[in-house]
């Protein structure tokens, strides 16, 4: 069956942006606060998931929702014992601020579509959804039933997953639609450290709160410090001179009696890549580390303004590391966080190869506290690196499609994000990044090129139809 995967997919493009559209509108952040037993992660990934499932069924599709926390669109033999999955997720980032738009009111224009999980991962996933209908419109041969799971927790801890591999048997391989073309066959290691301690003051000036970032996996974008001091003038000054000096970063300072509201903006970026970004957390706490503050609020400002402020692999912490396959180690700063009186926090997310261990990490950042007396902790989801090997079928398999259907290169390639690939031990992620494209995944005005959505739903089908019957 000679098939024109380009052909079928532009018949279906009206119809995929209305559905695309309709799922980017629903706002699928995870919100612990209003869980309940019928809505585990919140109303939001629920509703999410089900809007997913209900497009699936409106086009008679076979699905299966899971505890309305994951669950999956099926086609092929339903008599097969093995099946294929494809892992997406509709669960998605806070917006942050700083939006053009509304982050969930779907903008199209000429040659893009711009909200808040447009790129990651509904847009994606979406994309994958219509090379089912495609096959399943052609009634394409398939050898093995194929899984379209869909989870709604990927940018915390997965519990989608846990609760999809309890219950359900692991299929034979597949991909993922959650990072890059060509391909990504390898993923580094992920594990967050936490430090933990009384926020408390103890010098002529208190810091009141500190508040930069809202999670592991992004660079914080906008910081916020609230000081009291008898010397405002001079701080404001100060602060003043300290954004001149650094052009990377913006912010104002506003003054409320004896109290100064400093904010910062840097650039929020994914925190697999921190290097793209500015943590406007770690050049808050640069700048006011030179003020006279006590107590934990001084260790507090020291430890992220110093050995942690504008390095990304590690090195102020001697845990910089590369392997030749893998890569080097990145660190993000992710949650800084100080309540007077209440709580002082730091969150670092470690992407990390083969060669090091998060107990290596640990003892890095325990060694650099500056007699800060706290005990630096691995904590939250952590996942050890993941390889799969080039000669692999079904990572020669998927190359050889990208490069027909774009005459791009393709080559395989390691990451430092986690995306659902590395749940299979012969899984990989597959797009839908193009290497020419712009990447705005975790960033405020998040966006998705259309005729990157496009190709990769061709790209999609033929790859299902031939790894579907690989031996």
Not at 190 to 214: K, M, R, Y
Not at 283 to 292: C, G, H, R
Not at 338 to 354: L, M, Q, S, T
Not at 368 to 373: E, I, S, T, Y
Request: charged share 20%; glycine share 10%; proline share 6%.
């Amino acid at each position: 069956m000679t098939i024109d995967w380009k052909k079928e997919t532009a018949s279906r493009q009206a119809a995929y942006i209305e559905d695309l559209k309709s799922l980017l509108a629903v706002e699928s952040i995870r919100d612990d606060a209003k869980a309940t037993p019928d809505a585990p992660l919140g109303p939001g990934p629920k509703a999410a998931l089900d809007k997913f499932l209900a497009i699936a069924e409106r086009d008679g599709f076979t699905t299966k929702n899971i505890d309305n926390i994951v669950g999956y669109i099926e086609i092929g033999p339903k008599d097969a014992d093995e099946y294929v999955a494809i892992l997406s997720h509709v669960d998605v980032m806070p917006a942050g601020e700083g939006w053009e738009t509304e982050p969930f009111t779907p903008v199209v224009t000429n040659d893009k579509i711009i909200a808040r999980g447009a790129s990651d991962d509904k847009g994606p996933g979406m994309s994958a959804y219509y090379a089912f209908k495609i096959l399943s419109d052609l009634k394409v041969p398939l050898k093995r039933r194929v899984r379209l799971i869909i989870g709604t927790d990927e940018e915390n801890d997965w519990k989608c997953m846990t609760r999809y591999f309890e219950v359900e048997e692991a299929p034979v391989f597949g991909f993922s639609p959650d990072a890059e073309y060509p391909i990504i066959n390898g993923e580094k290691g992920n594990v967050q450290v936490e430090i933990n301690d009384d926020a408390t003051n103890g010098g002529t000036v208190d810091l009141l709160s500190f508040e930069a970032g809202s999670r592991t996996n992004m660079v914080p974008g906008r910081a916020r410090a609230t000081v009291r001091s008898s010397q405002v003038s001079e701080l404001t000054s100060a602060f003043a001179t300290f954004l001149d000096e650094n052009e990377q970063i913006s912010g104002t300072s506003d003054v409320d009696g004896d109290q100064i509201n400093f904010l910062v903006n840097g650039k929020q970026v994914h925190g697999a890549m921190p290097e793209t970004g500015e943590n406007a957390g770690t050049y808050l706490a640069n700048f006011l580390q030179n003020v006279d503050f006590g107590g934990t609020a001084k260790s507090f400002l020291t430890y992220l303004g110093t050995p942690a402020h504008q390095d990304t692999i590690g090195q102020k912490f001697g845990v910089n590391y590369t392997d030749d396959v893998m890569g080097p180690l990145s660190m993000n700063v992710g949650i800084q966080k100080f309540v007077a009186g209440e709580k002082a926090f730091i969150n670092f997310n470690f992407r990390y190869p083969k060669g090091i261990t998060p107990e290596t990490i640990v003892a890095g950042l325990s060694a650099h506290l500056d007699g800060w007396q706290v005990v630096p902790t691995i904590g939250g989801h952590s996942q050890e690196p993941h390889y799969v090997a080039p000669t692999d079928p079904i990572v020669e398999t998927l190359l050889r499609v990208y490069h027909e259907q774009t005459g791009l290169p393709a080559h395989d390639q390691v990451i430092g994000g986690g995306t659902y690939g590395r749940l299979m031990k012969r899984g990989v992620a597959f797009g839908a990044l193009f290497p020419d494209s712009p990447d705005t995944m975790h960033q405020v005005n998040e966006f998705a090129l259309l005729n990157d959505l496009y190709r990769s739903t061709a790209i999609y089908a033929q790859a299902i139809a031939e790894i579907t019957n690989l031996d």
